[in-house]
């Protein structure tokens, strides 16, 4: 008997012990890493997920055909007369929202989500991501390598700028043409048509003439191998070439280029730059990357939500980034379910965008927005349980 307590007791204590940490680990404000989240939740999601869903290559190909059909027809505008040229304006506008598809069907198609045939991947995302000037080679390495690692931390080159960093031109743009309570009307106009294109010359030129981590005018330099380079250069030239030949195409007339290249490529950005505004750059600096802390995800109407693979998920795509990207939504029930006291990471795409434009974009500290005189201060868009940590935080 004695010999039985010998070896109970002790199995008794430490099984209290046990369920006591797990108790205190469900009601103490933690982060809790993208990993973590993934390996609760993949066993709850259907096999179908995981597999790739050759339906966006459709969708990506058609996108392709209508800029296409843009240009063919755009051809031949110098025969429309004048006053019949406002006709051509509802086809800028379905052009400028296939830059805005492309964009996501080849971010999806780099993921792996739609199709895994990697000598056909690399030549459609290449195409894909021509009107946008980002050389595939770059965004494997900026977006699948180092943002998705990375997210919203120190590393991140898609993060905000600090108020400590170096006032370089790359931070003087973000002052004068991102979203925020100091920027002025007509900078943010700018700003929605060019960002993408600036955020593209801006990682572009720290790779292929820097490529160290010194580069001060970005937010978080990165360095890609010799082979990147050499590829990343090529691929912009190639692109450069591709561009041409559409001004050439369009005979570089004033009216045909206005209409069917830059008004759908300047419109196509803002429409991407809606959306990459939000995901991350009201949130917090996490040092854990908990996709549920530093980043947001929009509720958009469903049409948009078609038209753009569900790129308004953005933190359930950070928790599972080559998921099919049908199958968000069921994450995000997931998430609701068996995480409830973290749901404060979803906003209305009004309540996003009033967010971004009443407060300052440069980093304080993790958790507060600063301007470039540091006079003005605003906190970051928070999770409640991000509040709980800091608070936690600050009493220890
Ligand atoms: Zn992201
Ligand atoms: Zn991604």
Redesign the pocket.
């Known amino acids: 008997m004695a010999c039985t307590l010998f070896f109970l007791v002790p199995a008794a204590v430490k099984l209290v012990f046990r369920m006591y940490s797990v108790e205190q680990q469900k009601t103490t404000p933690r982060f809790i890493s993208q990993t973590e989240y993934a390996k609760a939740l993949r066993p709850l999601l259907p096999a179908a997920a995981f597999a790739p869903d050759p339906s966006k290559l459709l969708i990506l190909l058609i996108n392709l055909g209508i800029v296409g059909l843009g240009w063919a027809i755009a051809a031949h505008l110098d025969r429309w007369p004048a006053y019949w040229l406002w006709l051509y304006l509802p086809l800028t506008i379905i052009m400028a929202n296939s830059v805005v598809a492309l964009l996501f069907t080849s ?1 999806d198609l780099m ?1 792996g989500s739609v199709w895994r045939s990697r000598r056909w991947n690399y030549p459609i995302s290449f195409l894909g991501l021509t009107l946008l000037w980002m050389p595939p080679t770059l965004w494997k390495v900026i ?2 390598r180092v ?2 690692s990375t997210t919203n931390s120190l590393d991140d080159p898609d993060r905000n700028y600090l108020s400590s960093q170096p006032a370089t031109w790359g931070k003087w743009i973000q002052d004068a043409f991102v979203p925020s309570n100091t920027v002025s009307k007509l900078g943010l106009l700018l700003g929605m048509l060019s960002a993408w294109g600036v955020h593209g010359f801006r990682n572009l030129t720290s790779v292929i003439f820097f490529n160290h981590k010194h580069a001060n005018y970005v937010p978080a330099p990165f360095v890609v191998s010799r082979r990147d380079q050499r590829w990343i250069l090529g691929e912009v030239l190639v692109m450069l070439g591709l561009h041409l030949g559409i001004l050439s195409y369009l005979q570089f007339d004033p009216i045909k280029l206005i209409l069917a290249y830059f008004l759908p490529i300047g419109l196509g950005y803002a429409g991407v730059m809606a959306y990459i505004y939000t995901n991350h750059m009201l949130s917090p600096l996490t040092e854990v990357n908990d996709p549920l802390l530093n980043s947001v995800s929009l509720h958009v109407p469903p049409l948009l939500d078609l038209l753009h693979c569900n790129f308004s998920y953005h933190a359930e ?1 950070h928790i599972f ?1 080559s998921l099919n990207s049908n199958y968000y939504p069921q994450v995000r029930a997931l998430l609701a379910e068996h995480y409830p006291e973290r749901m404060g990471y979803t906003l209305g795409a009004r309540a996003a965008w009033r967010f971004l434009l009443t407060t300052p974009r440069h980093y304080q500290d993790a958790t507060t927005f600063t301007d470039a005189s540091g006079q003005l201060t605003a906190a970051c868009q928070m999770n409640p349980v991000m509040e709980s940590l800091e608070c936690s935080a600050s009493k220890t």
């Open positions: 971010h993921h977006h699948n943002h998705h795509h980034p």
